[in-house]
């Protein structure tokens, strides 16, 4: 009888203990997976929203791109052109050259500063003494010089007159400073 007191207590037991783990490995595990799962299909839903998103804008981030890539070409005209910094130097040095030649000057000497750091750019110096026919002709140098792209900075101006007698003709020594990209 003990025996059989004990069967039927184990017995219900034994079901209700078996349910119980069948719950807990069987049925909360797959409602767990199954979270899981919707978990995973939300966040690729998201994305893929985000993705949608991205190719609707495409045709409006190429024309910003197309813009910006204008913008800074007009932006590279303000620089001086040149591979190395000795070409740009010697590109600004042709350029202030034609401009005082021709507004009817000549050049006595002509000299290379050195570059100076500013970021990602180059400060090209450049020193210029020449002889000018009149003040009108140094007006009109520093005019084109201060207005003609690249950017062009006068540093630094001396001029003198040449003979006191006949105060005519200009000695002037101009220092300059450009922008260049090069390396």
């Known amino acids: 009888m003990e025996n059989n007191n004990k069967l039927r207590i184990a017995i ?17 595990k797959v409602r767990n997976d199954v979270a899981e799962l919707r978990e995973r299909e939300a966040i690729k839903l998201k994305t893929l929203g985000k993705y949608t998103n991205l190719i609707s804008e495409k045709p409006s981030l190429e024309k910003k791109l197309l813009s910006l890539k204008n913008e800074r ?17 010697g590109t ?8 005082i030649t021709g507004k009817g000057g000549s050049i006595s000497s ?6 100076e750091d500013l970021g990602k750019f180059k400060v ?27 950017y062009l900075v006068v540093k630094e101006l001396d001029s003198r007159v040449r003979n006191y007698r006949e105060p005519r003709e200009l000695m002037v020594k101009f220092d300059l400073e450009a922008i260049t990209g090069a390396k």
């Open 110 to 115: 002509e000299r290379v500063g050195k570059a």
């Open 124 to 150: 090209i110096n450049i020193s210029i003494e020449s002889v000018l026919p009149d003040a009108r002709a140094l007006s009109d140098i520093l005019y084109s010089i201060e207005t003609r792209t690249p």
């Open 92 to 99: 600004l040095l042709d350029a202030v050259k034609a401009v």
């Open 12 to 28: 219900p037991l034994i079901v209700l203990l078996s349910g119980l783990v069948f719950y807990q490995y069987g049925i909360v």
């Open 73 to 89: 070409k007009n932006d590279e005209t303000k620089l001086v052109d040149g591979q190395t910094i000795s070409i740009a130097a």
